[in-house]
């Protein structure tokens, strides 16, 4: 079926050390992901995204990493911040060009001083 | 955040009322839609209008009434809620319905009594 998992769902981490987010997702036809960040009182902003033929994609101190073979998908944040605190979720595109996307529980970062 | 913007940010409405949420953004996009977050659960999709047609409709009680006059506008008539119905209500928009990343707005926090 269609479902987006989040292995956890609070990651609590040091400021300064580096965070990693995990998420599995189920369908295998699946081509575009995106990661997004919520904050307290405000809609999901989009971090970065990354296509079913790359593994691997780099933004600004956040990388996100694809395995499609055990379809799975990773955010990593270097040198976390306190800034960083928000829920995140993982959403895969099914359904092809016009396709919807479908989010998963998400995962709340607390980022400790 | 000032791309999407929706209106009333909180809203407390009673069984018997009638009252509408609003979304405009100012992203020149084609796609808008409506998405519902409950507490510990993923964003729920609820409407997709593609050019100002609905081309989604993921099973929602027609107590939830979509509108879309135009690309820049969308709307959620609310008619007969039940407590069951409070959430974040968030509004949404890409350049088209599958085209890259989702905006989202700030949300409209609705509280069913």
């Known amino acids: 079926g269609e479902s987006v998992g989040l292995h956890l769902p609070t990651l609590s981490v040091q400021e300064g050390d580096n965070s990693i987010i995990n998420c599995a997702y189920s369908?295998?036809?699946?081509?575009?992901f995106i990661w997004y960040k919520q904050e307290s009182g405000k809609g999901p902003q989009f971090i970065i995204d990354?296509?079913?033929?790359?593994d691997k994609r780099q933004g600004q101190r956040v990388t996100v990493l694809l395995n499609k073979t055990v379809k799975h998908l990773s955010l990593q944040i270097a040198a976390t911040q306190p800034g960083d605190s928000a829920v995140y979720f993982c959403?895969?595109?099914?359904?092809?060009?016009?396709?919807?996307?479908?989010f998963g529980q998400g995962t709340t970062l607390q980022v400790k001083p | 955040e000032t791309g999407v913007t929706q209106t009333p940010r909180h809203l407390v409405m009673g069984m018997t009322n009638k009252k509408s949420l609003k979304c405009e953004q100012h992203?020149?996009?084609?796609?808008m839609y409506w998405y519902k977050q409950s507490a510990k659960k993923p964003l729920e999709l609820m409407f997709v209008?593609?050019?100002?047609?609905?081309?989604e409709n993921n099973s929602v009680p027609s107590r939830f009434s979509p509108e879309c006059p135009n690309s820049s506008h969308l709307f959620l008539h609310l008619h007969t809620l039940q407590p069951e119905d409070s959430a974040l209500y968030l509004c949404?928009?890409?350049?088209?319905?599958?085209?890259?990343?989702?905006?989202f707005g700030p949300g409209t926090r609705l509280t069913v009594t």
């Open positions: 949404a928009s890409s350049h088209g319905q599958g085209v890259g990343e989702q905006y």
């Open positions: 959403a895969e595109k099914v359904g092809g060009n016009t396709g919807k996307l479908i």
């Open positions: 990354i296509r079913s033929n790359m």
């Open positions: 209008y593609n050019f100002k047609e609905q081309t």
């Open positions: 992203l020149g996009h084609n796609a």
């Open positions: 369908n295998s036809a699946s081509d575009y």
